[in-house]
C-alpha cells in the first residue's frame, strides 16, 4: 500500500462530511470512492471514542478500487442519536439498516473496530444476507453474559468519567491508551484530536451499548464469512480476548505486530492491506 504524504487533517479534507435523511434519523458519514459502484462497498464502523474521521488512511487508499464508506454511528458527529436512553446492540442494527436502506446499498462487506464490532456482530446476526464478510478489528465482546453488578460498575465507571473530564479531558487522559508504544506522534494527535469531538449525550449512550451487549451471542446466529484480527500491543481488547472472539466465530486469530488498540490508525498501511485482503478473499469465494 502506498505511502502517505498528505496529514491526516488535509487528507480528510477529500472526503468531506456528507449527511443523509434516513427513515428514522440523519446519520452523517465520509464516503470515498464513489464511482466504483461495481465493486461491494465496504462500511467502516468506528469505536466508542472515535468517529468516521479516524479511517482517512483506510478511505484514501481502498478508495482508489471501491467505494468505501464510513459512519458516524447514531450519537457521534451529526448523527441523530437512537431513542432509547439505555440502548441495546438491535438499536445501532436497526440505525445502521437504515442508513444502508437510504444509501441503496443492499450488500457489503462490514469492517468494525472496537465498539463497532458489537454494532456490526447484531446487524450481521439480524441481516445476514446483507452481509458479504464481517472483519472485526479489536473488537469489544460487551458485557450482556456478566453479572448485574459486573456491567453496572462497568457502566458507571465510564459515565462518572465521562461527567468529570468531558471530551477534551478524555481525550487527553485516555487516548494514549489507545495506542502502542511504536505509535509516531502524529498518530497520537489523531487519536486525541477523534477523540475530544464525542457528543457526550452519545458517548453516554454507547456506554450503555456496550454494558448490555454480548457480541459472542450474535456471531453465534451468524453463518457468514468472519475474520478476527488485533494489535499484538493491544492493551484495552489484549490478543487473549480477541482470541474468545475469534473462537466463538470459528476463526484462527490475526494479531498484528506493533499494534495498539488503534492499530489502523497507528500502522495504516497493514490494516488496510489486512481489508483489502478480506475483500479480495470475498470476491474469489464469489467467483469460485
Not at 4 to 29: K, M, N, Q, V
Amino acid at each position: 500500500m502506498t505511502a502517505h504524504t498528505l496529514t491526516h487533517a488535509d487528507a480528510l479534507a477529500s472526503f468531506p462530511e456528507a449527511r443523509i435523511d434516513t427513515a428514522h434519523r440523519t446519520i452523517g458519514y465520509r464516503e470515498a470512492g464513489a464511482a466504483h459502484l461495481r465493486t461491494l462497498p465496504v462500511v467502516l464502523l468506528h469505536g466508542i471514542g472515535s468517529g468516521a474521521a479516524s479511517w482517512v488512511r483506510q478511505m484514501e487508499v481502498l478508495g482508489a478500487t471501491r467505494r468505501v464508506l464510513a459512519w458516524d454511528a447514531p450519537g457521534y458527529g451529526a448523527s441523530t442519536p437512537v431513542a432509547a436512553a439505555s440502548p441495546d446492540a438491535s438499536d445501532y442494527a436497526a440505525a445502521l439498516a437504515d442508513w444502508l436502506d437510504a444509501l441503496d446499498i443492499e450488500r457489503c462487506v462490514l469492517v468494525a473496530h472496537s465498539l463497532g464490532a458489537i454494532i456490526g456482530g447484531a446487524f450481521a446476526a439480524r441481516h445476514a444476507s446483507r452481509v458479504a464478510g464481517l472483519l472485526l478489528v479489536s473488537p469489544a465482546g460487551g458485557y450482556g453474559a456478566a453479572s448485574v453488578e459486573e456491567r453496572e460498575a462497568k457502566r458507571d465507571a465510564r459515565l462518572a468519567m465521562l461527567a468529570e473530564l468531558g471530551p477534551r479531558g478524555l481525550a487527553d487522559t485516555r487516548s494514549a491508551n489507545m495506542l502502542s508504544a511504536h505509535a509516531s506522534d502524529t498518530a497520537r494527535e489523531w487519536v486525541r484530536w477523534n477523540m475530544a469531538r464525542i457528543v457526550p449525550h452519545g458517548y453516554a449512550q454507547a456506554t450503555h451499548l456496550l454494558a448490555n451487549a454480548d457480541l459472542a451471542a450474535d456471531l453465534q446466529r451468524y453463518r457468514g464469512r468472519v475474520a478476527v484480527a488485533v494489535g499484538a500491543d493491544d492493551a484495552i481488547t489484549p490478543p487473549a480476548v480477541c482470541e474468545r472472539i475469534a473462537r466463538v466465530a470459528g476463526v484462527s486469530l490475526r494479531v498484528i505486530p506493533h499494534a495498539g488498540h488503534a492499530g489502523y490508525v497507528e500502522s495504516p498501511a497493514a490494516y488496510t492491506t489486512l481489508i483489502d485482503a478480506f475483500c479480495q478473499a470475498g470476491n474469489a469465494q464469489r467467483s469460485n
